[in-house]
């Protein structure tokens, strides 16, 4: 079974710009959360989807913001980026929100 | 809220040596308890976890843990390291086994020289 896949791995956006990563989870997953890890705040949880709907929220401000598709697959947008943004993005996808499974990243660095 | 610390932010030990990363865990209730390893490039994988019952958990890659409530403290220990286990090792306490809720610690990076 292929794992969680994320994409794009590395991407640089300047700030004032806007990104959007995309996460397919393991097939039969209907939950993907995603993270924000940075070298200063370590892992801090951004949201979670579950079948289409966002079901958690972490504190981050709304320029952050999520979706996901019928197919399981979800996207994260980051509105007008500033350079606190450079970070690694995971996702994550489980069956109903437990025993999660991590993507490779997305390594997103702002200049 | 919970809390977690993890003492030791970088650990070199020889390979073959024992290891032991620590963690330290503040909540009010019976927490549950993670440990994940990251390797460079990837993401985070899950190496074992306590909710309940038999304090010393085994994990994968032949890692242990045991819980110690009297000294909030989930160690991870492995008795022989090999050089493959160089990577962070993330502990994370949650109030239940949803990883929303979960507070990771700030990690343990792990180096293993031959």
């Known amino acids: 079974k292929a794992g969680v896949t994320q994409t794009p791995r590395y991407l640089i956006k300047t700030r004032g710009q806007q990104v959007t990563l995309s996460c397919s989870p393991i097939?039969?997953?209907?939950?993907v959360s995603w993270y924000q890890q940075t070298p200063g705040q370590g892992l801090q949880f951004l949201f979670e989807y579950f079948s289409e709907t966002q079901r958690n929220k972490g504190n981050f401000p709304g320029r952050f913001s999520g979706r996901q598709f019928s197919n399981s697959r979800s996207e994260m947008n980051v509105s007008t980026l500033e350079l606190g943004d450079s970070a690694l993005y995971l996702c994550a996808s489980s069956l109903a929100g437990n025993e999660q499974y991590f993507g490779p990243g997305t390594r997103l660095t702002v200049t | 809220a919970q809390s977690v610390t993890q003492p030791d932010i970088h650990i070199t030990v020889s390979e073959g040596a024992s290891l032991e990363l620590r963690c330290n865990y503040s909540y009010g209730a019976t927490p549950y308890l993670f440990w994940y390893v990251q390797s460079p490039g990837q993401g985070l994988q899950l190496l074992l976890k306590?909710?309940?019952?038999?304090?010393l958990v085994q994990g994968i890659k032949g890692f242990e843990a045991e819980f110690k409530r009297s000294q909030s403290s989930f160690n991870l220990r492995k008795p022989s390291v090999h050089w493959s286990d160089a990577a962070e090792y993330f502990c994370?306490?949650?109030?239940?086994?949803?990883?929303?809720?979960?507070?990771f610690g700030p990690g343990t990076r792990l180096s293993v020289l031959p």
């Open positions: 306590y909710f309940s019952g038999d304090t």
């Open positions: 097939s039969g997953h209907r939950s």
């Open positions: 994370a306490v949650g109030r239940d086994n949803y990883g929303q809720n979960f507070v």
